[in-house]
């Protein structure tokens, strides 16, 4: 059974900074093409970050150059470091996890709120 359980979100100011983490169990994932997505209020999901088995990485325009996704292979943990953030970024971030094409899973989610 494939889990993904993050953790990190809450309130920070504009400008500040947070840390998401992601335990994943259940997959092989020095395999794995791992991702962060998020979700605003009245919005679609929307890709924030991925990161491939062989370590490369793809970012959203909109957080390019703030937002910096990496993994723990030994841990099985997926990180997302968010710098200078914006009340846009304001949303639901879910984990997501695609051991193989036909296969897609995701976390619960965690809340950031960017506000003053």
């Known amino acids: 059974q494939v889990t993904l359980v993050e953790s990190g979100g809450g309130l920070v100011q504009p400008g500040g900074s947070l840390r998401l983490s992601c335990a994943a169990s259940?997959?092989?994932?020095?395999?794995?093409?791992m991702g962060w997505y998020r979700q605003a209020p009245g919005k679609q999901r929307e890709l924030a970050a991925t990161?491939?088995?062989?370590?490369?990485?793809n970012y959203a325009v909109s957080v390019k150059g703030r937002f910096t996704i990496s993994t723990d292979n030994a841990k099985k943990m997926v990180y997302l470091q968010m710098n200078s953030l914006k009340p846009e970024d304001t949303a639901v971030y879910f984990c997501?996890?695609?051991?193989?094409?036909?296969?897609?899973?995701w976390g619960r989610g965690t809340q950031v709120t960017v506000s003053s």
């Open positions: 997501n996890a695609r051991p193989t094409i036909y296969e897609n899973y």
């Open positions: 259940g997959i092989i994932f020095s395999r794995t093409a």
């Open positions: 990161i491939t088995s062989d370590g490369s990485t």
